[in-house]
């Protein structure tokens, strides 16, 4: 059974930075794209980042293009975004979802299953 796990949210000022964290297990971590997305109250579940299978590939919405880092260690089977100059539009709970094809690449929240419970993200102004 496919589990992931966020964890690294907070309250934060703006220009601050946070470190989310997303553990994966059942599934060969380097084998799936996976992804960041967020939600903001009343707002869609919007996609932030995906890092491909193998790390070849990412993606940044423009939202955080500049600001955010995707990244992942295979040996622990964990995924990461580093959140730098954050600003109170991030504010979101932030979930981590594994691609539903083992070796595709995508950043579209409807190829993507196994969300885990989320990590809420405050930014102050």
């Known amino acids: 059974q496919v589990q992931v796990a966020e964890s690294g949210g907070g309250l934060v000022q703006a220009g601050g930075s946070l470190r989310l964290s997303c553990t994966v297990s059942?599934?060969?971590?380097?084998?799936?794209?996976m992804g960041w997305f967020r939600q903001a109250p009343g707002k869609e579940r919007e996609g932030v980042s995906c890092i491909s299978w193998g790390g070849r590939r990412t993606y940044y919405s423009d939202s955080v293009k500049g600001r955010f880092t995707i990244s992942g260690d295979n040996a622990k089977n964990t995924l990461f975004l580093e959140m730098n100059r954050l600003k109170p539009e991030d504010t979101a709970m932030y979930y981590c979802a594994a691609h539903k094809v083992r070796g595709a690449w995508s950043c579209r929240e409807p190829d993507f299953a196994t969300w885990g419970q989320g990590t809420q993200v405050t930014v102050s102004s």
């Open positions: 059942g599934l060969t971590f380097d084998a799936y794209s």
